[in-house]
């Protein structure tokens, strides 16, 4: 054998090893030979004084746990929905941990551990000869000092600046007699605060066992799939095992050569066997057991822990949201990174709002309706669900999958990690255009300044509306706006019911003449309504009809408001945090405020109710069983993106089909596009109601407050007859009467030029005051229709010879009306242009010549021939 040449260096440090070394087993010794020493601290040397100077106390902090999202079923049952760690660790008391597991650790890691104070001089005093012979320092730690080294090297774990946390590791782990020294004082320490068991119970849950998983229950969890409490005797030796070198022994690599499923796992049933031979030694097990168990073959059943949401699967999204919730709660910390480590390290169990019931009816409705992705369109769809009066999440749902892995969203459009319910700060969303769902805000602004839902407007169709009035901006003009109806609607005096029932863009634009679009845009917020980028809300005239992009969840909870006789509450989706300890920790918490005043959200009610017999009532139709809900759908420019919002007395859920990007040339017209579910922009009324079907069978559902008679109908007031009057002597007179004025431009009359020809409604007609009166001016132009019914047809042509005439024929069993007028259109005596057209309609009597027995009585009574 050859002999290593050893340098003037390496045999000085040797002798300098020898000398510490030795020094250390003189302190040893002298703390073995005087076990009062080591539990009073007195020193009986100089060395024994140096090393008496060294700190003793350890301050043990929590460790580093993993936390928990759990969802909770109607029964009471939580329900995993993922887990979040940097150590996967569970702790567990010392009952929970098998009588193997403790037996193995003491006899395989140190076993004069229930003899000594803490260090192993035995042990210590072999690994410094080893040290001196081998030229490096070796082992020979206790299991309290390895527990002290845990201890250590978890406080450098929970560091959050990196300089700090790899000083903090070197002087923990680093291999020197300073160190060791250090590490022996401590475990003295600790030995002196606690018992036996607690420091054997506290190691076990410390120690680590390979890769991210630490303690013995996260061990048992992810190697055996069991607990700590029912491992095995050969388990509880293999787990054991890898805490001596957890990359060499740990089984998890069964494409490993030296310790893979191939051969066994050798290297560690090697670690395994010795330990189970030092039990039956140390008097631990029975030799039976220990040839039983060395005789049983290792085979882990590596059970992966749910880490991070997308273990969550169908909740995701849900999921990232109380993520999102806990990273923005200072409760848990300074900034987002800082609250997010905290929550991953701290042990906490968090219990959230989500209704898996209706959960599970939104992901399944999703399913079903929308797909995740559509050729040359990336179509979005979104179910969200509010509780009434709570602002608990109950359901939050989307057509896509989950994914934060960059190559995976890469990949495809069915992935994304963004929450298209959430906002910006809450999932990565911009929000989208709520379209008409948003009128809700301008009917209760209307209602809150004293209109009536029957009092009309001007809703004629024009590019100019005049000046709006805006209390922040001040006036405001907006030149060629001119909105249509969706169906082509065309009257000029709206209701405020008939243009929420139909959802009229003029009537709105209408009623927001009348209002301040300041006021619209705070009502807005009042019921917690914000844009989803976090900028102000725009309050144009554009806003009135929805423009402002909006979360879907701010929806939901601003119909919960309304739904809640106008009482908003801020959503929340957690329940309760329970701490490692059991306590309960602090959560956000909902805040609920009067938004409007009950009597204007029962006049909402009202009107929201008769949508779902109007614009919602597919939705209705499809929700079984029913209560009493209210609705609202919106639908923004070229059908892009399509809504159904509404509520019960229970439950608000925001349904929507949304263009993410693209779509055929460009453009997402929802209504020219099918999923095999049938047309896009229909989805949301099969989407919505599966959802209402579950919450009104789950909550069920009240009635809505009855609205006043003063919110429902404004004051009848006969309109005056103003014919003649001129336009501003009428619009004078239509205001003194509680009227507003509206300028129905020119007609055809021959009442003077620019006198008032006529007012819709009628002169002598009621209509509720502060209702909008349209005043049509005369052209000076318009010629009466002239009364020719009972005139032939000749003479008829011949009275209305100014006139463009059309002839129909009708026949008529009396022969007096043989080619008589019978009726006119326009009737006589309107006023109409020049040259217009009129309709006559002329009898012909029936040709009865063909019939023989008619003929034969026409001869009987001298009124024809014989047939």
């Known amino acids: 054998m050859s002999v ?55 301050a043990i902090d929590q460790l580093s746990q993993k936390s928990n999202i759990y969802a909770t079923q109607s029964d009471g049952t939580p329900v995993l929905l993922a887990s979040f760690y940097d150590q996967n660790r569970v702790e567990v008391p010392s009952d929970q941990i098998s009588q193997f597991v403790k037996d193995a650790a003491v006899a395989g890691e140190d076993p004069r551990y229930f003899e000594h ?103 048992a969890n992810y190697y055996y799939s069991t607990s700590a409490a029912n491992l095995t005797l050969p388990q509880a030796a293999s787990l054991v ?39 039956v030694k140390h008097k631990k097990i029975t030799q039976d057991e220990y040839t039983a168990a060395v005789a049983t073959p290792i085979e882990p059943a590596i059970t992966e822990p749910s880490t991070g949401c997308q273990t969550a699967g169908d909740n995701a999204y849900f999921c990232d949201y109380v993520t999102k919730i806990l990273q923005n709660d200072p409760t848990f910390g300074d900034n987002e990174d800082e609250r997010l480590l905290n929550f991953k390290r701290g042990g906490y169990d968090v219990y959230t709002t989500l209704d898996l019931d209706l959960q599970s009816a939104a992901v399944q409705t999703l399913r079903e309706n929308v797909p995740m992705s559509y050729p040359g369109w990336d179509a979005g769809a979104v179910v969200t669900s509010v509780q009434v009066g709570t602002g608990r999440v109950l359901a939050m749902s989307q057509n896509k999958l989950y994914s934060q892995d960059p190559a995976v969203l890469d990949s495809s459009t069915d992935y994304t990690s963004i929450n298209y319910n959430t906002d910006l700060a809450y999932g990565g969303s911009s929000g989208f255009q709520p379209g008409s769902t948003y009128k809700v805000f301008t009917l209760a602004e209307w209602l809150k300044e004293g209109h009536s839902l029957n009092e009309r407007v001007d809703s004629s169709r024009k590019s100019n509306w005049g000046t709006f009035q805006d209390s922040c901006l001040g006036p405001q003009t907006f030149p060629g ?11 000029s005096n709206y209701s405020a019911l008939q243009s929420t029932e139909q959802s009229l863009n003029t009537g709105f634009i209408g009623m927001a003449k009348k209002l301040d679009l300041c006021g619209i845009r705070k009502t807005a917020e009042a019921f917690g309504v914000h844009r989803a980028d976090g900028d102000p809300l725009e309050q144009g005239i554009g806003s009135v009809l929805g423009t402002n992009e909006v979360a879907p969840l701010s929806m939901a909870a601003a119909f919960a408001g ?124 099969r989407m919505w109601p599966a959802v209402m079907s579950v919450a009104n069978a789950k909550y069920g559902g009240d009635s809505f407050p009855e609205a006043s008679s003063s919110v429902i109908n404004a004051v009848q007031v006969p309109v005056p007859d103003l014919r003649g009057k001129s336009m501003a002597d009428a619009k004078s007179t239509l205001e003194s009467a509680g009227f507003s004025f509206a ?38 132009k318009g010629v009466t229709v002239p009364d020719v019914v009972g005139k032939t047809q000749k003479d008829a042509q011949s009275a209305l010879s100014g006139f463009q005439v059309e002839v129909k024929v009708q026949q008529t069993d009396d022969l007096t009306q043989n080619d008589k007028v019978l009726s006119i259109e326009p009737g006589a005596g309107t006023l109409v242009a020049p040259n217009s057209n009129v309709v006559i309609v002329v009898g012909k009597a029936k040709d009865n010549g063909g019939n023989g027995g008619n003929g034969g009585n026409g001869g009987n009574n001298g009124n024809g021939n014989n047939g």
């Open 4 to 58: 290593k040449k050893r340098t003037t260096k390496g045999v000085l440090g040797g002798v300098l090893g020898f000398v510490g070394m030795s020094a250390v087993a003189g302190v040893l010794v002298t703390v073995a030979v005087t076990p009062a020493l080591a539990l009073s601290g007195m020193a009986a040397t100089n060395t024994i004084g140096v090393f008496e100077n060294l700190p003793e106390f350890l």
């Open 117 to 219: 104070g803490g260090i192993d001089v035995e042990g210590t005093v072999k690994g410094a000869v080893q040290t001196v012979a081998g030229g490096d320092t070796r082992g020979g730690s206790s299991i309290t000092q390895q527990y002290v080294k845990n201890v250590l090297v978890q406080k450098c774990e929970v560091m959050n600046v990196e300089k700090e946390r790899e000083a903090c590791y070197t002087d923990a782990t680093e291999t020197s007699i300073d160190r060791k020294l250090k590490e022996m004082r401590l475990a003295i320490g600790v030995e002196k605060k606690y018992s036996k068991d607690q420091i054997l119970q506290s190691y076990l849950n410390i120690t680590g066992f390979g890769g991210t998983v630490y303690g013995i229950e996260a061990a």
């Open 241 to 279: 095992a890898i805490v001596n070198n957890p990359y060499k022994f740990q089984l998890d690599r069964p494409d490993s050569e030296n310790n893979g499923a191939a051969n066994g796992y050798a290297a560690n049933k090697v670690r395994r066997d010795y330990i189970l031979g030092e039990m």
């Open 481 to 491: 706006y001119n909105p249509k109806n969706d169906a082509g609607e065309s009257g």
């Open 562 to 685: 309304i739904a809640n006789n106008g009482n908003t509450c801020s959503p929340v989706a957690i329940d309760k945090i329970v701490g490692p300890d059991g306590t309960e920790r602090a959560v956000p918490t909902s805040t609920c405020a009067q938004s409007v005043d009950p009597s204007v959200a029962a006049g909402m009610t009202y009107a929201m109710q008769r949508v779902m017999n109007n614009t919602a009532a597919q939705s209705k139709a499809a929700t079984s069983p029913r209560v009493p809900m209210i609705g609202k759908t919106g639908t923004t420019d070229d059908n892009y993106d399509t809504w159904m919002s509404g509520a019960s007395t229970k439950v608000a859920t925001v349904a929507g089909v949304v263009s993410l990007r693209g779509g055929p040339n460009g453009v997402a017209n929802q209504r020219q596009m099918y999923f095999d579910s049938g047309q896009a922009a229909t989805a949301r009324h």
């Open 743 to 780: 300028d129905g431009g020119a007609v055809s009359d021959n009442a003077p030029v620019g006198s008032v020809a006529r007012t819709d409604p009628a002169a002598g007609a009621t209509a509720g005051r502060g209702s909008t009166i349209t005043v049509f001016s005369s052209d000076g």
